[in-house]
């Protein structure tokens, strides 16, 4: 039976959750996973499951890519003020790709979870909200989170996020050569410039161009 609480001198039981939730997420995918089973690997009660992370949607987010809600910048593999292009795509493919771990196997499972969960695709949608958007560095004014965002620079953050979403997919899940294959930092250097263009180029709605 599981133990009630936290145990006692453990500092590491947030962690041993995360690592439970990701082998059991990985294992059998989102649907089938229940906090139930999570706790019993980590050896805590279900209750503390939810005191750490509220819902299973927010565990399987953060086991598998981390927090989608980083406190600071700082935090996120992008930090370090504006990058071009060819950064952004290294920084997100490395998301995926970690030593230790097939090439885009949290990719998979979260595709998998978002195709047939709303709240899962709800949750990978804040995911690349908080993370990409604040590290592109797209907001207007000084960066204050808060600030007003304009139509144009939610357009950019939009091609810019589906662009990464759809190289993932190609990569992972379609297995598309050569991209499917090739080095990350090679898929980073083609794929670059146009990140690159979406962040500086002009951007008008309807049926204008967009200018390059």
């Given amino acids: 039976m599981a133990q009630r609480g936290r145990r006692p001198g453990d500092r590491g039981t947030r962690t041993e959750v995360l690592s439970a939730a990701r082998e059991l997420f990985l294992e059998q995918g989102f649907n089938k996973t229940a906090l139930t089973a999570v ?12 005191h750490y992370f509220g819902t299973k949607v927010n565990l399987f987010i953060e086991s598998l890519v981390g927090s989608p809600f980083p406190v600071g910048v700082d935090e996120t593999p992008w930090a370090g003020g504006v990058h071009e292009g060819q950064e952004i795509v290294s ?6 790709e970690r030593d230790g771990d097939v090439p ?5 499972a979260i595709a998998q979870a978002a195709s047939g969960s709303l709240e899962a695709a709800e949750a ?8 990409i958007w604040t590290a592109v560095r797209l907001r207007e004014g000084d960066g204050d989170p808060q600030a007003p965002i304009s139509d144009e620079t939610a357009r950019r953050f939009s091609m ?18 050569p991209l499917a ?5 090679d898929v980073a250097a083609w794929f ?3 990140i690159d263009r979406y962040r500086t180029a002009g951007i008008t709605s309807g049926t204008k161009r967009i200018r390059s």
């Fill in 124 to 131: 990978l949608q804040q995911f690349i909200a908080k993370r």
């Fill in 160 to 177: 810019i996020g589906s662009q990464l979403v759809g190289i993932a997919f190609s990569r992972y899940v379609f297995r598309l050569e």
């Fill in 192 to 194: 670059g410039p146009t």
């Fill in 91 to 96: 920084a997100f493919l490395a998301l995926w």
């Fill in 181 to 185: 294959s090739a080095p990350a930092e």
């Fill in 39 to 50: 706790a019993r690997r980590a050896g805590v009660d279900t209750a503390l499951v939810y």
């Fill in 104 to 108: 885009g196997r949290a990719f998979v």
